[in-house]
């Protein structure tokens, strides 16, 4: 392709990414108002020519003031956060696993990891919202068993929206680290052993090291979309829940604060972007010590 037409390749991220951001910042610096559109103009020319700016910071200090934005802000992190380190307990020994298994075991393996992909996250959804229902399986299977003597109450509680959040990220997790431990050379870990390593200490100064890329891929794939998620605590967390993917979505179209619910959208995706640059950092130093 001639470099003439290579302008035509900005056409996508100029137009689906920066157009979008750019729309979204100016409804951010604007005044929440009771009309169409929900905001105030930024400019407004009088009628002899001159030309007025009207910015306002106010939406981004009430994120900083409003306890509602705050208490969002540390739950949804927390959740992320709880999300990506469970799923990486879970997900490391299964991917160890998988990675020591003979290759048709294997592909076996990673087909039933990605077997809940061929069905909508929405169904699967509303499938834990009738096991964990006070009259659901789950319940009902431990009263049977004499575990319970009441039915349980774990659904709209933090309990489902963690076990549900955990379920939906899990093979986002799982999938990277078995990439890096299937490229792992078993002698590696021979050698360690010969040379006086126990089963742990090699795993801790060989096996973990080698695989630190895929924990931090893994890392990333989870606690980016975990932290503004909004259809799993909407369906298993109910009314109480009140993450940022909760508030975005009460404040456009609930309470049509849109200048306030874009700048808490521009926080969140600022956030996300820090932490994608602390994680290509990480990868960069990962690199220069292998």
């Not at 929405?122 to 009263?143: E, V």
């Not at 050698?191 to 126990?198: E, I």
């Not at 975990?226 to 109910?238: H, N, Q, R």
Request: charged share 10%.
């Amino acid at each position: 392709m001639s470099r003439g037409w290579l302008w035509l390749c900005w056409i996508w991220p100029l137009g689906l990414l920066l157009l979008p951001l750019v729309i979204v910042l100016r409804i951010s610096l604007a005044e929440p108002r009771l009309a169409q559109p929900p905001y105030s103009p930024l400019w407004d020319v009088s009628a002899d020519g001159a030309v007025s700016i009207d910015l306002h910071l106010d939406n981004y200090r009430l994120l900083l003031e409003d306890p509602l934005y705050v208490q969002a802000w540390l739950d949804s992190l927390g959740l992320a956060a709880g999300t990506a380190l469970l799923c990486l307990v879970l997900a490391y020994p299964m991917a160890w696993a998988i990675a020591a298994s003979p290759p048709r075991r294997r592909r076996l393996f990673l087909l039933l990891v990605m077997l809940p992909f061929w069905t909508s996250l929405l169904l699967r959804i509303y499938a834990w919202m009738g096991l964990l229902a006070p009259q659901g399986m789950l319940s009902q299977a431990l009263l049977r068993l004499g575990v319970t003597e009441a039915p349980l109450a774990v659904l709209h509680s933090p309990t489902a929206v963690f076990i549900g959040m955990v379920y939906a990220y899990l093979p986002f997790m799982l999938l990277p680290i078995h990439a890096s431990l299937d490229k792992l050379d078993p002698q590696l870990l021979e050698a360690a052993a010969d040379l006086g390593c126990r089963p742990w200490q090699a795993f801790l100064r060989v096996a973990l090291p080698l695989s630190l890329p895929g924990v931090l891929g893994g890392t990333v794939l989870v606690f980016v979309p975990a932290l503004g998620e909004f259809v799993i605590p909407d369906l298993l967390g109910g009314p109480g829940s009140l993450l940022l993917g909760q508030v975005l979505w009460n404040e456009f179209f609930a309470n049509r604060a849109w200048p306030v619910a874009a700048a808490l959208a521009l926080t969140l995706l600022g956030s996300m972007a820090l932490f994608l640059l602390t994680w290509q950092f990480l990868q960069r130093r990962l690199g220069a010590l292998a």
